[in-house]
């Protein structure tokens, strides 16, 4: 019981298994310093780190520290447990001087043998000796007390003699264990070379899938180092642009401001020159001897006839046109529009999926749609078309499937549907049901389907129905598939594209495009048509 006890503190709540090389938080709690390592390391990415046990936060990665007593402790515990395991073995009943290794175990008589003993032991057929057990019990009929030698075929259990001639298992077909053994193993063989395909099918998926992300990290990194070399150059080009403007602007100003200062200085003397000759004129006006003021000169001959009537130079100048200038515009221009074209392709994702060519095929279409002849279109009839009945064929709901069926890589196709009316899109296995509620695409689980309904879009799997909170604003959707990664996409071709739902699931059947068509509500037909 103390063990048990001990045990469990002595366990790491990671990987659930005895401390090795113990370390402990800040927080007391101690981990190995493995286990807490891969956990700091996944914490990393979101730069939030907390204890697995407490969930106490830290600000910053937590250092560990090396707890040494329970090192030693934890070490101590793992020695003594080996030794218990080894004296603990399975040991000849029959030497109880000191335990010796039992060899072979009887099964009549419930007891295990050493060599010594089983060389003494009886030869006789109903001594049945098997490897050593020691739950010798378990090879005997819990209700005869009697050899398990048979396995009942029809309730799939091993019984003894009396169970197959008087017990509850008379008449039934039995076995004798080793033809059993042998079928379950040949069994087990087949199941086990299944396995063994589906984990080889699996390391394959995933080695794909490897692949594709390592691609997607390369894209990822190219159009990282595009765009930031665009970005850079548009800042020195208008970095460079801005120093040229305010250096024109400078300029410009210069040579608007000197001729006009000279101008400012001319006027101002002459101002200081008439100011001067009306304090003259008001002196002989204000003078009481008429012989001086008739000496004097006519106030005419004050002026100066030069000023009188003269234009001034405003000192404008013909401004050039700078072409450096407009040069640098231009190529700033023509970058803006590369990184546009950039962040267009960035908007489609760093995997670019394959176009695919979607027919329609005709042999599941409903009596009820009128299929293009490119096989392209799916529009809603009232006359039937009157199509032979076959199992391959929709019945009770307005639907068609694609000829073609995806199992693996990426791909992508648009649709567009009428204003008017309700349409589905989606994809099923080809397995789907052809008949009844389980037929309609969206309400099982072999189906995945988008609805357009009322300026309004929902999407279903499995009878689960998730309303789509934004309005329509374009009549076409585009369809994204990754087989391998198990997600299905639908996306509103808008400007910009609008993803509206991703369902992610684990294909197991090829995938078929499914299109469906309601009766129209009002006059318009309802139609629904791949683009090419």
Avoid at 84 to 99: A, F, K, L, N, R
Avoid at 113 to 136: F, G, M, N, Q
Avoid at 230 to 245: A, S
Wanted: glycine share 4%; charged share 30%.
């Amino acid at each position: 019981m103390a063990s048990a006890i001990l045990r469990e503190e002595l366990l790491c709540s990671i990987c659930l298994s005895t401390f090795m090389d113990p370390v402990t938080l800040r927080c007391g709690h101690n981990f190995c310093r493995v286990c807490i390592g891969r956990v700091l390391a996944t914490q990393d990415k979101s730069g939030v780190y907390s204890c697995p046990d407490c969930r106490k936060r830290f600000r910053v990665r937590p250092a560990v520290t090396r707890n040494i007593n329970l090192h030693n402790v934890a070490e101590r515990f793992l020695i003594t447990q080996q030794e218990q395991e080894e004296i603990t073995g399975i040991c000849c009943t029959y030497c109880v001087d000191s335990p010796v290794p039992a060899v072979r175990s009887c099964l009549h008589c419930e007891a295990s043998l050493c060599d010594k003993h089983l060389r003494a032991h009886s030869k006789s057929a109903e001594h049945v000796l098997s490897d050593p057990s020691t739950s010798l019990e378990k090879r005997k009929c819990s209700v005869h007390k009697e050899l398990i030698k048979y396995y009942c075929t029809q309730d799939a259990i091993c019984i003894c003699v009396s169970c197959s001639l008087a017990g509850e298992h008379r008449g039934h077909r039995v076995e004798m264990l080793d033809e059993a053994s042998k079928k379950k193993k040949e069994k087990l063989t087949n199941v086990c070379k299944k396995l063994i395909a589906k984990s080889k099918e699996t390391e394959e998926r995933v080695q794909s899938l490897e692949e594709r992300r390592r691609k997607a990290q390369e894209k990822a990194a190219v159009e990282s180092m595009k765009v930031i070399a665009l970005c850079t150059d548009i800042r020195r080009r208008v970095d460079d642009l801005e120093k040229k403007v305010l250096s024109e602007i400078s300029r410009q100003e210069k040579e608007e401001s000197l001729p006009l200062s000279a101008l400012i200085h001319q006027l101002e003397i002459k101002k200081d020159e008439l100011s001067r000759k009306m304090r003259h004129i008001e002196e002989l006006c204000n003078m009481t001897d008429p012989l001086t003021v008739l000496q004097e000169p006519d106030t005419g001959d004050l002026c100066d006839p030069e000023e009188e009537g003269g234009g001034e130079d405003t000192g404008g100048h013909d401004k050039q046109p700078h072409d450096g200038d407009d040069l640098d515009v231009a190529v700033i221009s023509h970058t803006l529009h590369t990184l546009c074209e950039v962040i267009s392709g960035i908007r489609s994702g760093i995997y670019v999926e394959d176009p695919a060519d979607i027919l329609l095929d005709v042999t599941t279409a409903a009596d009820n749609l009128l299929i293009s002849d490119d096989l392209k279109t799916a529009t809603w009839t009232e006359w039937k078309q009157n199509r032979p009945e076959t199992a391959e064929r929709f019945q009770d709901y307005n639907q068609v499937m694609s000829r073609r069926g995806f199992t693996s890589g990426g791909h992508y196709w648009d649709v567009e549907g009428s204003r008017s009316g309700m349409w589905m899109v989606g994809m099923c296995y080809p397995s789907i049901d052809r008949r009844g509620d389980q037929s309609l695409i969206g309400y099982n689980n072999k189906s995945w389907s988008l609805w357009r309904y009322n300026n309004q879009y929902s999407v279903r799997h499995d009878s689960k129905v998730i309303r789509l909170p934004d309005k329509i604003s374009s009549d076409r959707v585009r369809i994204c598939l990754d087989y391998g990664a198990g997600q299905l996409s639908f996306y509103e071709l808008c400007d910009p594209i609008r993803h509206l739902h991703t369902f992610t699931a684990a294909f197991s059947q090829p995938l078929h495009a499914a299109l469906r068509v309601l009766p129209p509500l009002f006059s318009d037909d309802t139609w629904i048509t791949i683009c090419s």
